[in-house]
């Protein structure tokens, strides 16, 4: 609670900055872009748009965006050290298609293909949001023979898709190989939703997307990830725990700083 009320105080002191040096012909962010819509609508009765709505939607925003992306590169991390093939692959394409000369870019993306692969099986096998956001039911509807009635509320369990042995083989394994096809080519199967799926599927998702593109191959690019010094990680004795995310139990790691080739 102490945590909600600070992030709270802050996000509420960012929102009066923004409304003292507010000038519609100058808007920078999201903050200033929902003060001219506020501007606008004063006149509408029952507008949403509200400071107390502002302050709730910077909330979420950041909440949503800080808390997932962590995760996910926390998982990264923890993988690169148990699995140190797939670490040393994924250094050698970083180190063939960027070098170490400037960090990885989005345009590099596209050619870095087994890097991508091994982010999308991250976000497949570590499930970071392992169950959505409640959605209620609009209209009666009856799927796969279930009746689901109007106002039903459902919590969409996206672990069970992204772990269905019907849809991926053996998705106990950690392979990102299962992510590129036989030409080589990134494949994107309907079934990876960890943003999940819809109208109101993850608002964020392309900036987590491009978050997790440029932050990975950059520390993959200037540190080698390994366990403490004389011991092994076996991933499957890692915990995780399950919160706002699923996050793993705390770890420990060596982050060893590459040499220059
Ligand atoms: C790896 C990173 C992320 C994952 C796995 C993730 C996953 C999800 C999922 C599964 C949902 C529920 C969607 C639904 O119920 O239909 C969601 C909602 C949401 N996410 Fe993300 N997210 C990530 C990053 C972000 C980022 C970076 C932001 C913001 C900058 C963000 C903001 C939100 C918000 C505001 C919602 C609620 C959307 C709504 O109610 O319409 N997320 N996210």
Same mark, same amino acid.
């Given at each position: 609670?102490?945590?909600?009320?600070?992030?709270?105080?802050?996000?509420?002191?960012?929102?009066?900055?923004?409304?003292?040096?507010?000038?519609?012909?100058?808007?920078?962010?999201?903050?200033?872009?929902?003060?001219?819509?506020?501007?606008?609508?004063?006149?509408?009765?029952?507008?949403?748009?509200?400071?107390?709505?502002?302050?709730?939607?910077?909330?979420?925003?950041?909440?949503?965006?800080?808390?997932?992306?962590?995760?996910?590169?926390?998982?990264?991390?923890?993988?690169?050290?148990?699995? =140190?093939?797939?670490?040393?692959?994924?250094?050698?394409?970083?180190?063939?298609?960027?070098?170490?000369?400037?960090?990885?870019?989005?345009?590099?993306?596209?050619?870095?293909?087994?890097?991508?692969?091994? %982010?999308?099986?991250?976000?497949?096998?570590?499930?970071?949001?392992?169950?959505?956001?409640?959605?209620?039911?609009?209209?009666?509807?009856?799927?796969?023979?279930?009746?689901?009635?109007?106002?039903?509320?459902?919590?969409?369990?996206?672990?069970?898709?992204?772990?269905?042995?019907?849809?991926?083989?053996?998705?106990?394994?950690?392979? =990102?190989?299962?992510? %590129?096809?036989?030409?080589?080519?990134?494949?994107?199967?309907?079934?990876?939703?960890?943003?999940?799926?819809?109208?109101?599927?993850?608002?964020?998702?392309?900036?987590?997307?491009?978050?997790?593109?440029?932050?990975? =191959?950059?520390?993959?690019?200037?540190?080698?990830?390994?366990?403490?010094?004389?011991?092994?990680?076996? %991933?499957?004795?890692?915990?995780?725990?399950?919160?706002?995310?699923?996050?793993?139990?705390?770890?420990?790691?060596?982050?060893?700083?590459?040499?220059?080739?």
């Amino acid at each position: 609670m102490r945590n909600v009320n600070y992030i709270e105080g802050f996000i509420g002191d960012l929102v009066d900055k923004h409304m003292e040096n507010f000038d519609e012909n100058k808007i920078e962010d999201f903050i200033d872009a929902f003060l001219l819509k506020m501007k606008n609508a004063r006149d509408q009765k029952d507008s949403i748009f509200t400071k107390k709505q502002l302050a709730k939607t910077v909330l979420s925003l950041v909440v949503g965006g800080a808390e997932t992306t962590t995760t996910t590169i926390m998982w990264a991390i923890l993988y690169f050290a148990a699995k =140190p093939d797939i670490q040393a692959r994924v250094f050698r394409e970083i180190n063939e298609i960027v070098g170490t000369d400037r960090l990885p870019s989005l345009q590099d993306k596209l050619k870095l293909v087994y890097t991508e692969a091994f %982010i999308m099986e991250i976000l497949r096998a570590c499930n970071t949001v392992l169950v959505s956001l409640a959605h209620t039911c609009s209209v009666d509807v009856t799927i796969q023979g279930f009746d689901i009635p109007k106002g039903t509320t459902l919590l969409p369990d996206i672990d069970s898709v992204l772990s269905d042995p019907k849809i991926w083989g053996d998705p106990e394994e950690f392979r =990102p190989e299962r992510f %590129i096809g036989e030409e080589g080519n990134l494949l994107q199967p309907e079934e990876f939703i960890p943003f999940f799926t819809g109208k109101r599927n993850c608002v964020g998702e392309s900036l987590a997307r491009m978050e997790l593109d440029l932050f990975i =191959p950059a520390l993959v690019q200037r540190y080698e990830f390994l366990p403490p010094e004389g011991t092994t990680l076996d %991933i499957k004795d890692i915990d995780g725990v399950f919160g706002i995310t699923h996050k793993p139990k705390p770890f420990e790691i060596r982050a060893i700083v590459r040499k220059k080739e």
